[in-house]
């Protein structure tokens, strides 16, 4: 080793072992791997694939929207030659004798009107998927609104030879007053509907904070393994002797579900088949009361 090869060495220059300087490696940044580089690149399409996810996403909850939105204007538009039909019918019906024409007009009528309540129920929950539906809570006195109920379908339960009982209260409650009739009709139309013995019974309580209102009906009853599954849109229960098909098509209880959940409203359901079923709706207290 020659004395620059020394000088070199003592200054920290390596020196190769045949004479000459060896060649100089070239160092990596601290921290720099190969592994980093891997997580970088990893990371990098994990974003990416991201991105395409929710672009996507955004896409189809669109053409969601969209199809929603042609649905419930054809819904709304099908119902307007249904309102021609009831017109039709009543006017065949003046001034007719004949008996089996009275019965086949009156049939005409109940098919219009199971139209009419299918349409309903598919513009109510259309509206709630495109947000058209927003509720305007207030503290309301109930007593107005179910009264109101019991003049509505009072004549309903007396052609049927069944009674409609509406009790009287003073409770309030903090709700959307469109809504909650919504969803009363919807109860008492359906309790009336499975009902042939007995009634219908309306009543209202204070509970954990709230106010319930109940709709009990003498009706069939619902076997336990439906219970949970009723408030399903477009879920039947298979008919049975005592109740003739035809009469829904699983829409009224989960129309009850949707437009109560947007008053936070909780719905529950009690039955026993051949002794009779309850659905309790349990409201909002007032708003004044919580000040």
């Given at each position: 080793m020659n004395s620059l090869q020394h000088v070199l060495r003592?200054?920290?220059?390596?020196?190769?072992?045949?004479?000459?300087?060896?060649?100089?490696?070239?160092?990596?940044?601290r921290g720099f791997n190969d592994a980093a580089l891997t997580a970088e690149g990893s990371r990098s399409a994990l974003r990416s694939r991201v991105a395409a996810l929710m672009q996507k996403n955004r896409e189809l909850e669109a053409n969601g929207d969209a199809k929603t939105r042609l649905f419930a204007a054809a819904i709304h538009d099908l119902r307007q030659p249904l309102q021609s039909l009831v017109l039709f019918s009543d006017a065949l019906s003046n001034g007719e004798a004949d008996a089996d024409r009275l019965q086949c007009i009156d049939q005409i009528r109940q098919?219009?009107?199971?139209?009419?309540?299918?349409?309903?129920?598919?513009?109510?929950?259309?509206?709630?998927?495109?947000?058209?539906?927003?509720?305007?809570?207030?503290?309301l006195a109930l007593d107005p609104l179910l009264q109101e109920l019991h003049r509505n379908f009072h004549a309903?339960?007396?052609?049927?030879?069944?009674?409609?009982?509406?009790?009287r209260t003073q409770a309030q409650a903090h709700v959307d007053a469109m809504m909650l009739t919504r969803i009363l009709n919807n109860l008492v139309c359906n309790a009336l509907r499975h009902t042939r013995t007995g009634g219908v019974l309306v009543g209202t309580r204070l509970d954990r904070g709230g106010v319930r209102i109940d709709v009990c009906d003498t009706g069939i009853g619902i076997a336990?393994?439906?219970?949970?599954?009723?408030?399903?849109?477009?879920?039947?229960?298979?008919?049975?002797?005592?109740?003739?098909?035809?009469?829904?098509?699983?829409?009224?209880?989960?129309?009850?579900?949707?437009?109560?959940e947007l008053q936070?409203?909780?719905?529950?359901?009690?039955?026993?088949?051949?002794?009779?079923?309850?659905?309790?709706?349990l409201l909002p207290s007032p708003r004044a009361a919580l000040a």
């Amino acid at each position: 080793m020659n004395s620059l090869q020394h000088v070199l060495r003592f200054i920290g220059f390596p020196v190769g072992s045949m004479g000459g300087a060896a060649p100089v490696r070239q160092r990596r940044p601290r921290g720099f791997n190969d592994a980093a580089l891997t997580a970088e690149g990893s990371r990098s399409a994990l974003r990416s694939r991201v991105a395409a996810l929710m672009q996507k996403n955004r896409e189809l909850e669109a053409n969601g929207d969209a199809k929603t939105r042609l649905f419930a204007a054809a819904i709304h538009d099908l119902r307007q030659p249904l309102q021609s039909l009831v017109l039709f019918s009543d006017a065949l019906s003046n001034g007719e004798a004949d008996a089996d024409r009275l019965q086949c007009i009156d049939q005409i009528r109940q098919s219009v009107d199971s139209l009419d309540r299918l349409f309903t129920g598919l513009l109510d929950l259309t509206q709630i998927d495109t947000g058209r539906m927003l509720p305007d809570c207030r503290d309301l006195a109930l007593d107005p609104l179910l009264q109101e109920l019991h003049r509505n379908f009072h004549a309903v339960a007396q052609a049927q030879g069944l009674r409609l009982v509406v009790r009287r209260t003073q409770a309030q409650a903090h709700v959307d007053a469109m809504m909650l009739t919504r969803i009363l009709n919807n109860l008492v139309c359906n309790a009336l509907r499975h009902t042939r013995t007995g009634g219908v019974l309306v009543g209202t309580r204070l509970d954990r904070g709230g106010v319930r209102i109940d709709v009990c009906d003498t009706g069939i009853g619902i076997a336990p393994q439906h219970q949970t599954r009723v408030f399903d849109a477009f879920y039947r229960v298979h008919s049975t002797a005592a109740v003739p098909s035809g009469d829904g098509m699983g829409l009224g209880l989960a129309t009850v579900q949707r437009l109560a959940e947007l008053q936070r409203a909780t719905v529950r359901l009690r039955s026993r088949p051949g002794r009779g079923t309850v659905v309790s709706v349990l409201l909002p207290s007032p708003r004044a009361a919580l000040a």
